[in-house]
């Protein structure tokens, strides 16, 4: 499975944007998927996920109530809609399909796209 996501950009605070991540090579219609974040000098953090049959998502703390993921099979994609940026949502931001959960929460992923930059200024 080759993940390309993009929509990332330059945001002022309180803005929004729409991640896409579209796989190519196999459909990822049974995996669950989802997007990471990794700021400068800081480790790669889970941000948002969704499971295959799009029922159940999971938010970290910091993005809930802002931010929403969902998917379309038919087009192999899924999204991110971040609103009410924050400069601390600054990252890259990579999507990442067939995830690793332990405790509820995914932890890693088999499959990983090659991140956009996602830059939200005061």
């Known amino acids: 499975v080759q993940l390309q996501a993009s929509g990332g950009g330059l945001v002022q605070a309180g803005g929004s944007l729409r991640l896409s991540c579209t796989a190519s090579g196999r459909t990822f219609s049974s995996y669950a998927v989802g997007w990471f974040r990794q700021a400068p000098g800081k480790e790669r953090e889970f941000v948002a996920a969704?499971?295959?049959?799009?029922?159940?998502?999971y938010y970290a703390d910091s993005v809930k109530g802002r931010f929403t993921i969902s998917r379309d099979s038919a087009k192999n994609t899924v999204y991110l809609q971040m609103n009410s940026l924050k400069p601390e949502d600054t990252a890259t931001y990579f999507c990442a399909a067939d995830l690793y959960f332990d405790k509820g929460l995914p932890v890693g992923a088999r499959y990983w796209g090659q991140g956009t930059q996602v830059t939200v200024s005061s």
């Open positions: 969704i499971r295959r049959s799009g029922g159940t998502t």
